[in-house]
């Protein structure tokens, strides 16, 4: 028998079969996959083969796990060493932002977009709470958004407390299993609850002494959308740390940088003080924005070290 694994709570899974069946399974024995270091051997959105188990209880064994066409990563929040693998078998990302209550960094941002480009998975930038925004957060937004969408991502601004700009992102929704991301607070539960409202994920308020977004979420879990195609809910993350990445390679991540790699004077260029530099000009010429560059140079300078 063949399935999809929609939620992963550690140690059991829920696998739901071509007939839309849903089982609980755990994995026979100890599985290791090629090439990988992972605290989560099976990630939502895998495509499995398992056995039956105990019919009348409805629980399954699975014995394969089928060779994944991408996956987002992370750094382990509990094993550095270690990746967290957020979901598998994707077809865009969407990375909920906010700039008030809590306010996201850019670098937290062009840090999920890098894990996005090095798996070839699709990112559209949502900046939720928009009905929360002052003068200053909705000049921020929009200087961000003629960042980001000069560089080939799509950005939308909604507040999903008030409806608004929803219905436009929906329309990216329809028949495509997305990866919903976020830190806490920013509002992916409520997201969901607005695209399906049957689901009913619990929400909580800002913790009103540090500002910051409690965890609602403590699982990763798949949910079918009534129009077609499928949200996967995670949950809320403090920090995204990189992982599988090398220095030489990051810049080759960041889409501005990638068509200018061939101009640099020397081929290992790191885009820091050495001559001939194509990417130091762009960015000195107000081709590349200057705060992608300080998002480049602090990931490259954290590249290596054993935590971020």
């Not at 000049?139 to 608004?164: D, H, Q």
Request: charged share 25%; glycine share 10%.
């Amino acid at each position: 028998m063949q399935g999809v694994v929609y939620k992963s709570t550690g140690s059991w899974y829920t696998v739901v079969d071509a007939e839309g069946k849903m089982w609980n399974a755990r994995l026979k024995g100890v599985f290791k996959q090629e090439g990988l270091t992972s605290t989560n051997p099976i990630a939502v959105g895998d495509v499995v083969d398992f056995d039956m188990e105990n019919e009348g209880e409805g629980s399954v064994m699975i014995k394969k796990i089928h060779d994944r066409r991408n996956y987002i990563n992370r750094q382990s929040p509990r094993i550095k060493s270690q990746q967290h693998i957020v979901a598998a078998n994707i077809d865009q990302s969407l990375l909920i932002a906010t700039l008030r209550e809590p306010r996201t960094s850019q670098g937290f941002i062009d840090r999920f977009l890098v894990a996005c480009e090095m798996y070839h998975v699709p990112a559209v930038i949502l900046f939720n709470k928009a009905d929360l925004y002052r003068q200053k957060e909705i000049e921020t937004f929009e200087e961000l958004e003629e960042m980001y969408e000069g560089i080939g991502y799509e950005v939308y601004l909604l507040s999903v407390k008030e409806g608004k700009g929803v219905d436009a992102v929906q329309d990216k929704l329809q028949n495509k299993i997305t990866l919903v991301s976020g830190h806490s607070g920013v509002g992916k539960s409520s997201f969901i609850n607005s695209m399906i409202p049957d689901v009913k994920i619990r929400t909580k308020d800002i913790s009103g002494w540090s500002g910051k977004g409690q965890h609602t979420t403590t699982f990763a879990e798949m949910h079918s959308l009534p129009f077609g195609g499928h949200l996967i809910d995670t949950p809320g993350m403090k920090e995204f740390g990189l992982v599988d990445v090398e220095k030489a390679e990051l810049s080759g991540y960041f889409p501005e940088m990638r068509q200018r790699l061939n101009d640099c004077q020397f081929n290992n260029c790191l885009h820091i003080n050495e001559p001939g530099c194509a990417i130091k000009e762009a960015v000195r010429n107000g081709e590349i924005h200057e705060n992608r560059y300080v998002s480049y140079y602090g990931i490259l300078e954290s590249i290596g070290e054993k935590s971020w």
